[in-house]
């Protein structure tokens, strides 16, 4: 089993920064699809950001250009770097490792942008 575990949330005022951590309890990250994933209130959960096993990312339309997913492998970590952000953003933020067998989610980690 994997454990997923997300940090870095917080309260933020729009225009301001965040950056989310997940850390995996097993090498994972070198050979999954890790991404981040959010849902607000009354609202599905949705993809934000994917990288995959091979560096490559994909990014919703709504954090195209403000959002930055990155990983190290050697950590077993994956981030979301979030800049220019907006009071939509406001959601719980998911870490997921999937590799086409195995789906595994983190608790969540809440961001609120608000002023």
């Known amino acids: 089993q994997v454990q997923l575990v997300e940090s870095g949330g917080g309260l933020v005022q729009p225009g301001g920064s965040l950056r989310l951590s997940c850390a995996a309890s097993r090498s994972i990250v070198s050979t999954y699809t890790m991404g981040w994933y959010r849902q607000a209130p009354g609202k599905q959960r949705e993809l934000v950001a994917v990288v995959s096993r091979f560096g490559v990312t994909n990014y919703a339309g709504s954090a195209k250009g403000r959002f930055t997913i990155s990983k190290d492998n050697a950590k077993n970590m994956v981030y979301l770097q979030m800049n220019s952000l907006k009071p939509e953003d406001t959601a719980v933020y998911y870490c997921?490792?999937?590799?086409?067998?195995?789906?595994?989610w983190g608790q969540g980690t809440q961001v609120t942008v608000s002023s």
């Open positions: 997921n490792g999937r590799n086409g067998v195995a789906d595994y």
